[in-house]
């Protein structure tokens, strides 16, 4: 009878031991449970309603933002019409920071000073004063140069604050909306580089988005660093014909150029380089003193993009040095000035983490495939610090970035759907 018991009581514990445990859910499907939660709520559905009757408005302020000229490190104009506009929509402590960016603050529910939510946009583009920026439109297609990148998303970001407000929704989290300068070209990421390493907010930052582009769809998680080069090679100079012979700049830059271009770079993680810019020299008929040479290198790993960086630096020292060989330096030598004009970090918020999961779970939501790439954006510098980051497209659809013929399609239905993988994906950070 004892021993009956004890078998009993053994099987019953084996048993009870042999039941798994269910699986935990998957990131996936955690932040696919998230944005459902967020999507079927009445903050989320007037939100998207008010974007919807705030269409023509938003077209209309994107046409504003892109007419005027913003080049980089000359983005003053526009910031300061920026900065009106944010201080139209009841935002606290709007603002110009010291290095140009304009912002306000959404205050939440949480404890003030807590960590907050950074929405960007960036004021500047990659033409210069000279270029015409008026837009032409054809229906609901606006064309003019900066109009996707990034005019459309400053007037986005503008729309979110009127719908939140119209659809009273309180989020936990503060979220601080940013018209930041220096993101295109020799800008170098210089607004945000200032957000994060001396502005005000710095130490507060849980999770950083930056609208960008237009596809809605594509998730940039990955920062494809650049390191960006001028050298100039200086030489004594002299007449083309009384002086011939005398060592020369523009050889040692022709034979950088040519030795760069047969560098051969890794497709995965992808590699890759420019000689892009030159520019010097005094006439037809002389031997110049001085040329320069701009260079870009990018990529997605830091470990290929040093190799490639040691490399252009090593052929500029033997294009120097095979120079000063080849002719006579018997009034001075070929030298080279290498000069690091732009540097920006690579890294990757982790494909896992719950800013990417939740962008890719608002894209599945709205309809869409996400896809999640790489790419050099404002984001760059918040994942290099490891501060949870993605760029994401502000919708619709549109082409020929940083070109003269540059559009937008913002017809209803696709744009506003677009608007609302973004909009899903702050309400989920922030909290609703």
Same mark, same amino acid.
């Given at each position: 009878?004892i021993?009956?018991?004890c078998?009993?009581a053994l099987?019953a514990?084996?048993l009870?031991?042999?039941?798994p445990?269910?699986?935990?859910?998957s990131?996936?499907a955690q932040?696919?449970?998230?944005?459902?939660?967020?999507?079927s709520?009445?903050?989320f559905k007037?939100?998207?309603?008010a974007?919807?009757r705030?269409h023509?408005?938003?077209?209309a302020e994107?046409?504003?933002?892109t007419?005027?000229?913003?080049?980089p490190?000359k983005e003053?104009?526009?910031a300061?019409?920026?900065?009106?506009?944010?201080k139209?929509h009841?935002?606290?402590?709007?603002?110009?920071d010291?290095?140009?960016?304009?912002m306000?603050?959404?205050?939440?529910?949480?404890k003030?000073?807590g960590?907050m939510?950074?929405?960007?946009?960036?004021l500047d583009t990659? %033409?210069?004063e000279s270029v015409d920026?008026?837009?032409?439109?054809e229906?609901?297609?606006?064309?003019?140069p +900066?109009?996707?990148?990034?005019?459309?998303? $400053?007037a986005?970001?503008?729309?979110?604050?009127?719908?939140?407000d119209?659809a009273k929704?309180?989020t936990?989290?503060?979220?601080? %909306?940013?018209g930041n300068v +220096?993101e295109?070209?020799?800008?170098?990421?210089?607004?945000?580089?200032?957000l994060?390493h001396e502005?005000r907010?710095k130490?507060?930052?849980?999770? %950083?988005?930056?609208?960008?582009g237009i596809?809605?769809?594509?998730?940039?998680?990955?920062a494809?660093?650049?390191?960006?080069?001028?050298?100039?090679?200086k030489?004594?100079?002299?007449?083309s014909?009384s002086?011939?012979?005398l060592v020369n700049?523009?050889a040692?830059? +022709?034979?950088?150029v040519v030795?760069m271009?047969?560098?051969q770079?890794?497709a995965?993680?992808?590699t890759?380089?420019?000689?892009?810019?030159?520019g010097?020299?005094?006439s037809?008929n002389?031997?110049p003193?001085?040329?320069?040479?701009e260079?870009?290198?990018?990529s997605?790993?830091?470990?290929e993009l040093?190799? $490639?960086?040691?490399? %252009?630096?090593a052929?500029?020292?033997?294009?120097?040095?095979?120079e000063n060989?080849?002719r006579s330096?018997r009034q001075?030598?070929?030298?080279a000035?290498?000069?690091l004009?732009?540097d920006?970090?690579t890294g990757?918020?982790r494909r896992?983490?719950?800013i990417?999961?939740l962008?890719?779970?608002?894209a599945?939501?709205?309809g869409?495939?996400?896809l999640l790439?790489?790419g050099?954006?404002?984001?760059?510098?918040p994942?290099?610090l490891?501060?949870p980051?993605?760029? $994401?497209?502000s919708?619709?659809?549109?082409?020929?970035?940083?070109?003269l013929?540059?559009?937008?399609d913002?017809?209803?239905?696709?744009s506003?759907r677009?608007k609302g993988?973004t909009?899903?994906t702050?309400l989920?950070?922030?909290?609703?």
């Amino acid at each position: 009878m004892i021993f009956r018991l004890c078998a009993v009581a053994l099987a019953a514990a084996v048993l009870g031991a042999a039941a798994p445990a269910p699986p935990a859910p998957s990131p996936a499907a955690q932040a696919d449970k998230a944005i459902q939660a967020v999507r079927s709520s009445p903050g989320f559905k007037a939100a998207a309603e008010a974007l919807a009757r705030d269409h023509d408005r938003i077209v209309a302020e994107t046409i504003t933002i892109t007419e005027i000229p913003a080049p980089p490190f000359k983005e003053a104009r526009r910031a300061a019409a920026y900065l009106e506009m944010l201080k139209a929509h009841g935002l606290a402590d709007v603002e110009m920071d010291a290095e140009g960016n304009v912002m306000g603050l959404r205050r939440g529910a949480g404890k003030a000073g807590g960590p907050m939510l950074v929405v960007a946009a960036h004021l500047d583009t990659v %033409f210069p004063e000279s270029v015409d920026v008026r837009v032409r439109r054809e229906g609901m297609r606006l064309m003019a140069p +900066g109009v996707g990148d990034d005019s459309h998303a $400053l007037a986005l970001i503008l729309g979110y604050v009127r719908a939140l407000d119209a659809a009273k929704v309180k989020t936990k989290r503060d979220i601080l %909306f940013v018209g930041n300068v +220096g993101e295109e070209g020799p800008g170098d990421l210089r607004g945000i580089r200032h957000l994060f390493h001396e502005g005000r907010y710095k130490d507060r930052v849980a999770a %950083f988005i930056s609208i960008d582009g237009i596809e809605a769809s594509l998730i940039t998680y990955g920062a494809v660093g650049s390191k960006r080069y001028r050298v100039t090679f200086k030489g004594p100079g002299g007449h083309s014909y009384s002086a011939f012979g005398l060592v020369n700049p523009m050889a040692a830059l +022709g034979s950088t150029v040519v030795e760069m271009n047969r560098t051969q770079v890794p497709a995965v993680p992808r590699t890759t380089y420019m000689t892009s810019v030159v520019g010097g020299g005094t006439s037809v008929n002389s031997i110049p003193d001085a040329v320069w040479l701009e260079v870009d290198m990018r990529s997605e790993s830091r470990e290929e993009l040093e190799k $490639l960086e040691s490399r %252009f630096k090593a052929i500029v020292e033997a294009a120097v040095a095979n120079e000063n060989t080849a002719r006579s330096t018997r009034q001075g030598p070929v030298t080279a000035e290498v000069k690091l004009i732009g540097d920006r970090p690579t890294g990757a918020t982790r494909r896992d983490s719950e800013i990417v999961q939740l962008a890719a779970a608002s894209a599945r939501a709205a309809g869409m495939a996400p896809l999640l790439v790489s790419g050099s954006t404002d984001s760059n510098i918040p994942i290099s610090l490891g501060i949870p980051a993605v760029t $994401l497209g502000s919708g619709g659809k549109g082409g020929r970035s940083h070109a003269l013929d540059e559009w937008i399609d913002v017809s209803n239905p696709e744009s506003l759907r677009g608007k609302g993988v973004t909009l899903a994906t702050i309400l989920a950070l922030a909290g609703m």
